[in-house]
């Protein structure tokens, strides 16, 4: 795994699958992310960006989440798969 | 015997269904002490000494979410016998994240699998059997939906309270498992063994909370501090993310073991309807569609209907069952106004029944009541409980909607499409349902907040949804228009912009205050699969609102509804105390004395003030009290007999700074009632009825101080009071939040 290859959940595009490296942060928001299921080494697929640009949804452990660009951002990520748009 | 049991499960898993299915008819719906979180209690069909207490729903045992806090709480202080946890089996992941967790407290643990129709339909295996022994307790297969398998669920539950034990199954990494010895022998000896992991794990998490209710001394927090660092060293991460990791690792092989899951990259239904439903470019208009169906059904067509007949039907002259012979009528009606037949009695046609005022009045003329008696009875009594009962109807109609698309599974789409524009404002995106309903009755407004899930939102939202403009305001503003602005095109709109801005403003105002402070929840939200809601779980839904509303607000609309009419009807008249007009009543003179209040907002006549009280009992009585304190027995809806004595008693300024305070000022009773319900708390609920005071009278009197000047009127003290109002308004708009939280986004004067 290069380390060009580190983003941030933000910034991955719809379509793709990525799997979760480090969650940065503390405090609530953190707990709240990994509660829901999204830890080190689960893959995350990016589905959608609400119409209005913000929030996304993606599919993690079977099921659908949302979360807000700004709690997006705290996850690191890699990339697994390229998906077109 | 009698046994108490708790359901516990995630938010989405079928733990309503399954609730309703145990109890039955059964039970009682209140709330959580002090929060604006419901509580459902019900006895188990069948059984009479079988409590079933519903716990909010919740993903985990966190300190962070009140829904959390108010669930685990109860299940170390109270300790049912039992804990009936129900897992969404097409889900089983992140469901059994929580029985992870809720194996651990040493209550026995019987595990629901619901929903075991559509996994079997699509094909995956669940190895109950493997899974039972996998996580420690027992496992049943149910579909809730179905009814299928609940009763044997409870069954085991019931036997399992009744001296079975569950142990947890899973174990952490070795330093964790380490660390949590050590915080058992250092500080929980004293408990039954049982209880003490669970405790361990939590003080292992640093979690606050259960140090406090522990009593935990800071040497002995110090003392197993040393360990968690060790161990937080070891594995390089926060103690709080290793357990909650090493959590879903554990779960991630024992599901491997146990399940067989067909084809997951397939579509599923669900799939391809949220496809459509949140694409890009389609979800604005399909929201725009749902909203304007939801409206137009609830407020404008059958609501408009249903309160007519409860409020000038039931509660007025009388109605017709199912309409029959009201065609008749109508041109019986015609002919008379043509002027070719005589004024016809509408109880004559059809099949008419009278409303309750009628037949309450023939009963008491029957009996030969005194005057004042019949009098608090219809004009206090019947008025006030019309006053409660006429919103219900249409209530129901909007809590039906609301039931369909929470259950449905759309309700949480509407918080994703719509969350960027509401959270500058400290509101969600659910809220926009509220202020929709709001513009038709800020009652039922009110009561569709319930659907949001983060209490700051949701007090947020009941704080400011009586702000916009409801249908009983609009006669306070043909009125005015009327009255003063030659019926100006632009009042109308004017009122919903100073409401939509009186939003916004105190939004980012309260956010930033000490009230709502750095209470910015994450918004991380499961979009549940969409599902068809059952019949039977809408009704209950809606009826359960609806009873709410008619039990906890409608004292309160009662006792006042009776108290103005006997303010505004008695008084001291001719050296005695008894009933009077309303120019002589205890209200004229309270008017009276508090009419100096309103001078600096331009309008201190003491009739203005007495038809502001007047407002309360509903926003429309307003202009019928200005008719009655200007000598006309009965005014038309938009009060045009009164236009020339209103525009010689007030200046436009006035009079709009008067229409302004009215628009946003406490709300009529009933929504006070339902701001109460809503609230659930003493405090909360004067801090939003202070709030919206307050908040109507520092915007009249800036409308009218500088509006004053702005006219050539000159300076005063009342000019300079209004400078300094604009200047804290200002400071508190753009001053930066007291405690930023972690998720941003709330600095508003910043963009």
């Not at chain 2, 259960?210 to 161990?231: P, T």
């Amino acid at each position: 795994m290069q380390i060009l290859d580190m983003q941030t959940l933000k910034d991955i595009k719809p379509g793709n699958t990525v799997r979760v490296v480090k969650i940065a942060g503390a405090g609530p928001v953190k707990r709240r992310i990994m509660d829901m299921g999204i830890t080190k080494g689960t893959e995350i697929f990016v589905r959608k960006v609400a119409p209005l640009g913000d929030p996304i949804e993606v599919t993690v452990r079977g099921y659908e989440l949302s979360l807000r660009k700004a709690e997006s951002e705290i996850i690191e990520v890699s990339r697994i798969t390229e998906g077109g748009e | 015997m009698s046994v108490k049991i708790a359901l516990a499960g995630n938010p989405n898993s079928g733990k309503t269904t399954l609730f309703n299915g145990l109890t039955g008819s059964n039970q009682s719906v209140g709330n959580w002490p002090g929060v604006t979180v419901e509580k459902k209690e019900g006895k188990l069909r069948n059984s009479k000494d079988v409590t079933i207490v519903d716990l909010p729903g919740i993903y985990s045992m966190s300190p962070y979410t009140l829904e959390e806090v108010i669930a685990r709480n109860y299940l170390i202080d109270e300790r049912p016998d039992a804990i009936l946890n129900i897992i969404d089996g097409t889900n089983l992941e992140r469901n059994l994240y929580l029985t992870t967790q809720l194996t651990e407290l040493g209550i026995p643990v019987v595990a629901v699998v619901n929903m075991m129709d559509i996994v079997r339909k699509s094909g995956d295996r669940i190895d109950t059997a493997k899974l039972s022994k996998g996580i420690g307790c027992k496992v049943v297969e149910v579909s809730a939906l179905k009814g299928e398998g609940i009763m044997a669920a409870a069954a085991v539950a019931v036997e399992m309270a009744q001296g079975g034990k569950t142990i947890p199954q899973h174990s952490f990494s070795g330093s964790v498992e380490h660390a949590l010895a050590h915080i058992e022998e250092a500080v929980l000896h004293d408990m039954p063994e049982e209880r003490q992991r669970w405790f361990a794990i939590k003080l292992f998490e640093r979690d606050g909370k259960i140090a406090e209710k522990l009593g935990m001394k800071q040497e002995s927090l110090n003392h197993i501090e040393h360990d968690i660092e060790a161990c937080e060293a070891e594995l390089d991460d926060d103690s709080e993310s290793i357990i909650t990791s090493e959590r879903y690792a554990y779960i991630g092989a024992l599901i491997n073991e146990c399940c067989r899951i067909k084809d997951r990259g397939k579509l599923s239904a669900s799939d391809r309807i949220d496809r459509v439903v949140t694409n890009r470019w389609l979800a604005l208009p399909i929201f725009a569609v749902v909203m304007f169906t939801v409206y137009f059904v609830s407020v404008t067509s059958v609501g408009a209907i249903a309160t007519d007949w409860a409020n000038e039907g039931v509660f007025g002259d009388g109605w017709r069952l199912f309409g029959i012979g009201t065609d008749a009528y109508e041109a019986a009606y015609g002919d008379f106004e043509a002027g070719i037949a005589e004024e016809p009695d509408p109880a004559s046609f059809g099949a008419w029944i009278p409303g309750v005022p009628v037949v309450l009045e023939g009963l008491l003329d029957a009996v030969g009541s005194p005057g004042w008696l019949k009098e608090l009875m219809l004009d206090g009594i019947v008025a006030g409980v019309g006053a409660v009962l006429g919103f219900v109807p249409q209530m129901l109609i909007l809590f039906a909607f609301l039931a369909f698309l929470e259950a449905c599974g759309y309700m949480a789409r509407i918080a994703f499409i719509m969350d960027k524009v509401f959270r500058r404002f400290g509101l969600s995106g659910k809220s926009f349902i509220p202020i929709l309903i709001g513009t038709g009755c800020g009652v039922p407004g009110i009561m569709a907040s319930r659907t949001i899930e983060c209490e700051c939102d949701r007090r947020m939202t009941i704080m400011t949804t009586t702000f916009i403009p409801c249908g009983a305001k609009l006669p306070i503003i043909a009125l005015i228009a009327g009255a003063l602005f030659d019926g100006a095109w632009w009042v109308a709109p004017s009122a919903y912009f100073v409401g939509i801005a009186a939003i916004i403003c105190s939004g980012v105002i309260l956010k930033k205050t000490k009230l709502f402070a750095g209470s910015t929840a994450p918004f991380v939200m499961e979009l549940p699969s969409y599902h068809m809601p059952t019949p039977g779980n809408i009704l209950r839904s809606m009826w359960e609102r609806g009873w709410s509303f008619i039990r906890k607000a409608g004292t309160i609309i009662l006792l006042a509804t009776i108290f103005v009419w006997f303010a505004s009807n008695f008084g001291f008249v001719d050296g005695g105390f008894g009933k009077t007009e309303m120019q002589g009543s205890i209200l004229a003179v309270f008017g009276t004395y508090l009419a100096w209040i309103f001078v600096p907002l331009g309008w201190g006549d003491w009739r203005s003030a007495v038809a502001a009280i007047t407002g309360l009992i509903a926003k429309e009585n307003i202009v019928g009290t200005f008719g009655i304190l200007y000598g006309f027995a009965e005014v038309a809806e938009d009060g045009a007999e009164i236009w020339v004595s209103l525009s010689s008693a007030m200046t436009p300024l006035a009079a709009y700074s008067f229409l302004v305070f009215n628009l946003l000022c406490a709300p009529c009773f009933a929504a006070i009632g339902a701001i109460r319900r809503e609230m659930n708390n003493r405090k909360w609920f004067w801090a939003a009825i202070g709030y919206q005071c307050v908040f109507a009278y520092a915007a009249a009197l800036c409308i009218y101080q500088i509006g004053r000047i702005a006219s050539g009127g000159g300076l005063g003290i009342g000019s300079a009071v209004a400078a300094i109002i604009v200047a804290m308004f200002a400071y508190l708009l753009f001053r930066s939040a007291k405690e930023q939280g972690e998720a941003g986004e709330m600095n508003f004067s910043a963009s």
